[in-house]
């Protein structure tokens, strides 16, 4: 699961940050990728945002670029609320955090649910708030200072990802993974995906300053076809993400 831009992906992120009180702390988060429109992690068109840094390691993650904790880059919760203000006014439909692993820098994680339930309030917009995380729910029970960083999400998709145990679950990489609703919003957008099965996976591939990025879930064998496909249109892979 990967993004693109630095900047959300399009031209209208780059707004001007509200001003800031010079006394307050800078919050921010270590990032992979933020991207913009997600359509394949989440109901509708969404911001995505990919945490840098994950031990949990999971053998058959594709995203092992995000596990390094000095990867990455800033974003603060200025730069994101900017960032959101522009997807709210493009009609984006919700936010979907990924990584990495989020619940590794849970103060950051939950900065910025605050910003983005700030911002959806100030636009009248009803866009929800969706979490990935790897930590299973008897993790979360047994270390409620780290979960409560994920009180602002509306839905959270829990549980390690299980190479051995793929899904066909709607936007969940193994069978294990739980999706949760938290709110009214949340089982409103998601109740209709709890067990939702579709037939094929929804996944972006997109190819920028040499690299190819794809999100979403796949299921097995999808990386090797897309693999293959490139190859056929000419694109050789130097090294991939989703092997060690």
């Known amino acids: 699961m990967a993004g693109l831009s630095p900047d959300g992906g399009s031209p209208a992120a780059a707004v001007a940050a509200p001003e800031r009180d010079p006394a307050a702390p800078t919050v921010a988060a270590l990032v992979s990728q933020v991207y913009r429109p997600v359509t394949s992690l989440g109901p509708g068109r969404r911001l995505g945002i990919w945490f840098q840094g994950c031990t949990l390691a999971c053998p058959g993650c594709m995203s092992r670029h995000t596990w390094e904790a000095t990867g990455g880059r800033e974003l ?44 959806r309030r100030r636009a009248g917009r009803p866009a929800d708030l969706l979490v990935y995380t790897g930590w299973e729910p ?71 300053e040499g690299e190819v990025r794809v999100i979403g879930v796949p299921r097995p064998g999808d990386l090797g076809r897309i693999e293959r496909d490139l190859v056929r249109r000419g694109v050789t892979l130097r090294e991939t993400s989703w092997r060690p």
Request: glycine share 8%; proline share 6%.
């Open 76 to 119: 603060t919760v200025e730069r994101f609320a900017a960032l959101w203000r522009s997807a709210l006014a493009d009609g984006l439909d919700g936010l979907t955090v990924s990584g990495g692993e989020p619940l590794e820098q849970p103060a950051a994680l939950a900065a910025l649910l605050a910003a983005a339930d700030a911002g």
């Open 138 to 208: 008897e993790e979360l029970a047994a270390d409620p200072a780290t979960a409560a960083a994920l009180d602002g999400a509306d839905a959270v998709i829990t549980g390690r990802y299980r190479a051995g145990r793929p899904t066909r679950l709607a936007w969940r990489g193994s069978a294990n993974q739980r999706l949760t609703t938290r709110t009214a919003l949340g089982r409103e957008r998601y109740a209709p995906y709890l067990d939702h099965r579709p037939e094929r996976p929804e996944l972006q591939v997109r190819v920028s």
